[in-house]
Each structure stands twice: as structure tokens, then as C-alpha cells.
């Protein structure tokens, strides 16, 4: 497909009333929200991944996830982990009784390989899965015997929540879908959840989505278009991409008062060599960027929250006095 196609259907959709509705219908009659257990449990476990690169745990910890989606695979694997509750919010009401339950219903084959990629016994993973009556459909006899809390609509800039009341707070495939001023009130508010020591981790995905229905682009296809531009193909909406590139995020949370501990990025060496042979010129919003940022398509990355340092007198009162 011709990825202008789907950018004005969607940019219509957004516009009209009722579009929003009308979107997730089609997305149910095109099969987009189907069941993709492989892809999206492996999603959920490098969310696993980096909690342990960065000394984290999860066993017995309050989590809040940023964006619950269509599929609550990152909350399910964190009660079956060993949280102590789970908290997942999202501004759109995607999540269905239906998704949950099917989701929820697959993992029962993947018991085992939760179990080791969450350094769990296996007993303890399959007592939590049975915790869940096997006759279970709707969110509620699902999320509460795992102590999962689903708010929706719900604004993570503003939960509500007892300050240092979170370990750790989570986002997969979330922040770029995020404006810039908005992540940096929400990452406001995580500092102000997290206790000290808490983790904030995301996965996400810098590149232009589009470039996954027209192979013809590359994933830095959007780079090409000034902000005035872009605001009709995704720059608003129901296709909404910030476009936000490699240090922007860094900034963003190290604004924040964050320590990044873990941070990885993955380059898209199709969109690199555009850029570099011109066959992909970039707009001059982008001019500060060397090529290398801009072709960035994943980003992995935990942040801590450290402790404060000492006031100087502080410091002061606490060296040993002198005399002459």
C-alpha cells in the first residue's frame, strides 16, 4: 500500500465524528489487533530485561505502565513476575474484556519460558496463572485476582498516586505517540511516583510507521517533511508521531532528574545510507541531528531515579570539627 493512502484515510478519520469509533471498528474487521503472542510477549520481556541490566526487580514491587494498548501483555507478565500490583492507564479506550481474556488464555502454553525469562520457579508462575478462574471474561475476573488496576481514561501527568508509592514505571511502543511537552510532564510526574531508586524503562519506536505497509520508503521517510507539513500525515490525530529523535529522548528524561542507567539504540542502515547519499533529503527542523541520530528506529532504555545529593550544609555539619 501506498503509505500516503492509509496517512489521508486516517487524517480524515481524525477530523470527522465519530472517527475514532469508526477507526477501531476497522482495525477489529482488518485483523490489525489480532493475537500476535511471539512478537508481543517478546516485547513485554525486554521490558523484563532491562529491569535486570539495571539491577531491578520486580518480585513483590508496585508498577505502573504507561499506555495498556490493545493487549495487556506487559501488565499480565509483571503479575505473573511476582508484583505486588500492577497499575496500567491509557488515554484511549482500546482495551476490550475480549482481548484480555484471549490474551490472557494464550500464555497459559508459555508458562515456562515466563518462568525463566522472569527468573521465577515455575511452580510459583503456574499458581499465579491458576489464581485466574478458568471460566474468566470480563477485565474485572481477570485483572483482580493478578491485583492489576486498569484506569482508563487516565492522564499520567496527573494519577493521583502517593509520591514515592511506585518501584517501577513502564512503556512499550508509548512515547512516540507522546508531544514532546507532554513527556516531559509525564516523566515529571514518574520522578514524583518513583521512590528512590525506582526505575523508569521504556521500549519504543522513533521510526516512521508508515514505512511498515509501503516497503518503497525507508523508516526515516518522515524526515523529509517540514512541521507544517507533517501535521496533516501524522502530525496530529489518530496517526500521531512526534518524531522525536535519539537525544531529544536523553534530554527529555535527564530534564527530568533521571540517571540514564541502560541505553540502547538500534540504526536503520537503509534510512542511514538515504541520508547520506541524498536520496532522502531531511527538512532543516532536523539540521541539528547527525545522520547517524536521525536513522535511529528502537530505543531501549531505564532510567533511575538516584537519591538526592546533600545540601553543602549538610555536607558541612557532618565533617568532624577542628581546632587550632
Known amino acids: 500500500m501506498n503509505w500516503k493512502y492509509k496517512a489521508h484515510a486516517l487524517a480524515a478519520l481524525s477530523r470527522v465524528p465519530g472517527g475514532r469509533s469508526l477507526y477501531h471498528g476497522l482495525q477489529r474487521v482488518a485483523g490489525t489487533n489480532r493475537l500476535q503472542l511471539d512478537r508481543d510477549l517478546e516485547r513485554a520481556f525486554e521490558l523484563v530485561d532491562l529491569i535486570f541490566e539495571a539491577?531491578?526487580?520486580?518480585?513483590?514491587?508496585?508498577?505502573?505502565?504507561?499506555?495498556?494498548?490493545?493487549?495487556?501483555?506487559?501488565?499480565?507478565?509483571?503479575?505473573?513476575?511476582?508484583?505486588?500490583r500492577v497499575i496500567t492507564v491509557d488515554v484511549n479506550p482500546w482495551l476490550t474484556s475480549a482481548y484480555a481474556c484471549e490474551t490472557w488464555r494464550a500464555l497459559e502454553s508459555r508458562l515456562p519460558e515466563i518462568a525463566a525469562r522472569c527468573r521465577v520457579p515455575e511452580q510459583e508462575i503456574v499458581q499465579r496463572y491458576r489464581s485466574v478462574p478458568s471460566t474468566a471474561c470480563t477485565l474485572e475476573s481477570v485483572f483482580v485476582p493478578l491485583r492489576i488496576q486498569y484506569d482508563c481514561p487516565a492522564d499520567a501527568r496527573d494519577t493521583?498516586?502517593?509520591?514515592?508509592?511506585?518501584?517501577?514505571?513502564?512503556?512499550?511502543?508509548?512515547?512516540?505517540?507522546?508531544?514532546?511537552?507532554?513527556?516531559?510532564?509525564?516523566?515529571k510526574e514518574s520522578f514524583r511516583l518513583l521512590k528512590t531508586g525506582g526505575l523508569s524503562a521504556h521500549r519504543f519506536n522513533p521510526q516512521d510507521h508508515y514505512s511498515t505497509i509501503d516497503s518503497k520508503i525507508t523508516n526515516g521517510n518522515f524526515l523529509q517533511f517540514s512541521e507544517k507539513q507533517w501535521r496533516w500525515y501524522g502530525g496530529t490525530g489518530l496517526a500521531y508521531h512526534n518524531r522525536l529523535r535519539s537525544p531529544e529522548y536523553r534530554e527529555l528524561f535527564q530534564q527530568a532528574g533521571f540517571e540514564i542507567t541502560v541505553f540502547r539504540e538500534r540504526t536503520d542502515q537503509r534510512t542511514l545510507d538515504a541520508i547520506r547519499s541524498g536520496a532522502l533529503t531531511v527538512d532543516e527542523c532536523f539540521s541539528r541531528f547527525t545522520p547517524e541520530e536521525l536513522a535511529v528506529d528502537y530505543i531501549w532504555m531505564a532510567n533511575r531515579k538516584a537519591a538526592p545529593l546533600p545540601a553543602r550544609s549538610e555536607i558541612e555539619s557532618s565533617l568532624p570539627a577542628f581546632t587550632n
Open 55 to 84: 539491577d531491578g526487580e520486580i518480585e513483590g514491587k508496585q508498577v505502573f505502565e504507561i499506555g495498556t494498548g490493545w493487549r495487556p501483555f506487559v501488565p499480565f507478565v509483571m503479575a505473573l513476575a511476582g508484583a505486588k
Open 160 to 187: 493521583q498516586l502517593p509520591a514515592r508509592s511506585m518501584d517501577i514505571i513502564l512503556s512499550s511502543n508509548v512515547l512516540e505517540h507522546i508531544p514532546a511537552d507532554v513527556q516531559r510532564d509525564i516523566h
